[in-house]
Nanobody, 117 residues
Framework: QVQLVESGGGLVQPGGSLRLSCAASGSWFRFDEYEVLWYRQAPGKQRKWVAGITSDSNTYYEDSVKGRFTISRDNAQKTVSLQMDSLKPEDTAVYFC?????????WGKGTLVTVSS
């Protein structure tokens, strides 16, 4: 069974940092070929992507997180991380990771990030 499992969410004050991790488990063949994205879904809003990393580790970010979030991958460990700095209340959401290759998509179940004083 192939899975993606997110971890690292929690409650943090504005200006603080969190590091999310997305771990691939099961029979992941060719994980290094997958493009992996982080999405988030705030209460009452649609899910939107925030950061992505290609198979050759090119990265891209949604404008609102540029300069604050950093995505990285470790193919040997089959993990993708999202370092989130200078967090704002509007970053509060459930964060999901998505792995896709060709027509194949996998989603994790999400991890909740709450930014509040």
């Amino acid at each position: 069974q192939v899975q993606l499992v997110e971890s690292g969410g929690g409650l943090v004050q504005p200006g603080g940092s969190l590091r999310l991790s997305c771990a691939a488990s099961g029979s992941w063949f060719r994980f290094d070929e997958y493009e992996v994205l982080w999405y988030r879904q705030a209460p009452g809003k649609q899910r939107k992507w925030v950061a992505g990393i290609t198979s050759d580790s090119n990265t891209y970010y949604e404008d609102s997180v540029k300069g604050r979030f950093t995505i990285s991958r470790d193919n040997a460990q089959k993990t993708v991380s999202l370092q989130m700095d200078s967090l704002k209340p509007e970053d509060t959401a459930v964060y999901f990771c998505n792995g896709h290759l060709g027509g194949t998509d996998y989603w994790g179940k999400g991890t909740l990030v709450t930014v509040s004083s």
